[in-house]
C-alpha cells in the first residue's frame, strides 16, 4: 500500500494522510533552495565596480564604523534628548551582541557562499555562520531608540536598514531569512529594552 494511505477510518472510507515528516522535508528544501536563488540573484547587483563597492562599504560600516557616526548624528540633532538615543542603542547592541554568537553556534547554518562555490565572499567574515545576520540584528536594536525618540527618522531608518540588508546578501554572506530573522530578532528585544529605560529615565 502507498506510504500516503493509511488504513480505512471508522465510517470505511480510506483517509488519506501525508507524512509530516516528509511534508516539512520537502517544505524546507524548498525553502533554502528559494533562500540560495534569492541570493544568487541579489549578488549580480555587486558584480559592477560601484555595487562591489557599496556592498563591500556598507557592510564594513556594520562591523562597527557606522555606530559613533549615528551617535553623532544623533547627539547634533537631538541635543541632550539625543543622549538617551544613544544610551539605549548601546545598551540594546549589548544585549543583542550576548545573544546572537550563542544563536549562531546554536543553529549552525553555513554561509551561502560556502554552500554555492559559484558565490565568492565579498570581504572576510567575522565568523563561519550564517543565521541569523548580526549586522541586521545590531542595525534593528540601535534604530529602535531612534525611532521611539525621533519619529520623523522612520524612513531613514527603514532605508538604512535595507541598505544592510542587501549588502549583507550582495556579499554572499547570509540568506534573506538570516536577513529577516535578525530584524525580528533586533526589534523584538530593543523595543521593550527601549521602553521599559525610557518608562523610569
Not at 43 to 66: F, Q, V
Not at 97 to 103: A, D, E, K
Request: proline share 6%; hydrophobic share 50%.
Amino acid at each position: 500500500m502507498p506510504n500516503h494511505l493509511s488504513t480505512p477510518d471508522r465510517l470505511g472510507h480510506p483517509a488519506v494522510v501525508k507524512s509530516d515528516k516528509s511534508l516539512k522535508t520537502l517544505w524546507a528544501g524548498r525553502l533554502l533552495d528559494a533562500d540560495l536563488a534569492a541570493v544568487r540573484f541579489i549578488s549580480r547587483s555587486a558584480r559592477s565596480t560601484i555595487g562591489r563597492a557599496s556592498a563591500i562599504g556598507i557592510s564594513k560600516l556594520g562591523n562597527g564604523w557606522l555606530y559613533p557616526i549615528l551617535g553623532a548624528i544623533i547627539l547634533a540633532w537631538l541635543g541632550a534628548a539625543g543622549f538617551q538615543v544613544v544610551v539605549l542603542g548601546g545598551l540594546n547592541a549589548l544585549l543583542l551582541h550576548c545573544l546572537f554568537p550563542f544563536i549562531k553556534r546554536r543553529i549552525g547554518r553555513p554561509r551561502p557562499f560556502r554552500v554555492d562555490p559559484q558565490l565568492s565572499s565579498l570581504l572576510a567574515v567575522l565568523d563561519e555562520h550564517s543565521f541569523p545576520s548580526g549586522h541586521t540584528m545590531t542595525l534593528s536594536g540601535v534604530l529602535v531608540p531612534i525611532v521611539l525618540i525621533w519619529p520623523a527618522a522612520v524612513l531613514s531608518a527603514i532605508a538604512l536598514l535595507c541598505c544592510m540588508a542587501w549588502s549583507r546578501i550582495a556579499t554572499a554572506h547570509h540568506y534573506p531569512s538570516d536577513i529577516f530573522a535578525g530584524a525580528i530578532l533586533g526589534i523584538v528585544l530593543g523595543y521593550p529594552l527601549s521602553m521599559c529605560v525610557l518608562a523610569v529615565w
